[in-house]
């Protein structure tokens, strides 16, 4: 916003103007004042008074009724203390019990460390962040891990989602303890939750999507070990899965009964092959062999994973899946594949025991066909 000299306005009429609100286009950029009534008067004096200033006078402001960015929600979170709330869990609690209204919560730019749990009772809740990259949730402990403000019943991981109908835009979910066994950024036990533009970033297990549904669309999920799993079913539209030293991408509990596991729609699939390096650590171990991921191994028996029309980099192993060291699983899992693109996708190299579909089965996997379940839920609507 330019400013402009009270010389050019009589006292009067810039109290006028600033009760009522005019916006002034006619400099470099635009200056707006918050309407508060009608202007139309105060406009027809200012043009008497400066006339210099009349082709960039409106009689109403460019965006009717203004208000600032952060009332559009209902709770902000601001470590400095210019939101409503300083730490997430704050917000959380501000939410009202067994909502059947939408609770948005502003996250401003920043890292907000430490566990945070949406309890079951807090459904409807909303995270929205300004900016995906700086505003992130970080943990640093893996199951093997506690401090003082750890809850014992989820040791290693960072954010929990228990509540029913969460979401969540343009935040990061990181755990950041790196090679050290289990270490999950994010654990979502609620169903219908939706999460859009995204980033997970973590070494192990990154992500469990533990019960109900859930959709991602356009993220950015990175980890070296079964870094998606869980039992839920899930759809992961249009996002980036990326390989972190080779490893195992997936990892499904698949019910029996349920039609559907993991499906991976148009997304693009790619690969690092630098192993992880200790921060305090000065010297970076170059692997001599290029580390090789498969699509994903049976953490149970009907685990269902399938990736739809994806586009696979040359990180993937042609075998493309791995049954856990049990040939059991080969009779059991059901992991399938149809238009995927790249040098990772080799339909004609993959274990036997996999499936290729056909049209008519890729065509079923829509997102309103996985994730309809029995209410029907489509979060495409």
Not at 32 to 42: K, P, R
Not at 250 to 260: L, V
Not at 273 to 282: E, G, H, L
Not at 341 to 348: F, H, I, K
Request: with cysteine.
């Amino acid at each position: 916003m330019h400013s402009v000299p009270v010389s050019i306005f009589s006292k009067l009429v810039l109290s006028a103007a600033l009760l009522h609100g005019l916006t002034l286009a006619g400099f470099a950029r635009p200056i707006q004042i918050v309407l508060v009534g009608d202007s139309t008067n105060y406009v027809e004096e200012l043009r008497k008074a400066e006339p210099e200033l009349s082709p960039g006078l409106r009689d109403k402001p460019a965006k009717p009724n203004p208000v600032a960015k952060e009332t559009h929600f209902d709770a902000v979170v601001s470590a400095d203390g210019t939101g409503t709330c300083t730490t997430v869990q704050a917000a959380i609690a501000a939410a009202p019990d067994e909502s059947t209204k939408l609770f948005t919560v502003m996250l401003k730019p920043g890292k907000y460390e430490g566990q945070i749990i949406i309890p079951k009772s807090k459904r409807n809740l909303r995270f929205v962040g300004d900016e995906m990259g700086k505003t992130v949730l970080t943990y640093g402990l893996n199951v093997n891990e506690s401090n003082a403000a750890t809850d014992m019943r989820f040791k290693g991981t960072g954010v929990i989602v228990l509540g029913d109908d969460f979401g969540a835009e343009n935040i990061t979910f990181e755990n950041t303890s790196g090679d050290h066994g289990q270490a999950l950024a994010l654990r979502v036990d609620g169903d219908r939750a939706v999460f859009n533009n995204c980033r997970l970033l973590g070494w192990q297990d990154t992500l469990m999507v533990n019960h109900g549904r859930q959709y991602f669309s356009n993220c950015y999920i990175e980890g070296r070990v079964d870094f998606i799993y869980g039992s839920a079913t899930t759809v992961f539209d249009k996002c980036e899965i990326h390989s972190k030293n080779g490893g195992y991408i997936t990892a499904a509990s698949t019910p029996q009964e349920s039609p559907f596991g993991f499906v991976f729609l148009n997304c693009r699939l790619t690969g690092d092959p630098r192993p992880w390096v200790n921060p305090s650590d000065t010297i970076t171990t170059i692997p001599t062999k290029k580390p090789m991921a498969d699509l994903g191994r049976p953490w149970r028996p009907n685990a269902s994973v399938s990736y739809i029309h994806c586009e696979m980099g040359d990180h993937i192993k042609p075998e493309g899946w791995d049954n856990w060291r049990n040939p059991t699983n080969e009779v059991t899992a059901r992991f399938t594949e149809f238009g995927n693109t790249g040098p990772g996708a080799n339909p004609d190299k993959r274990s036997k025991w996999t499936r290729q579909l056909n049209k008519e089965e890729a065509d079923k996997a829509t997102v309103e066909n996985v994730l309809s379940g029995g209410d029907p839920w489509n979060p495409c609507k």
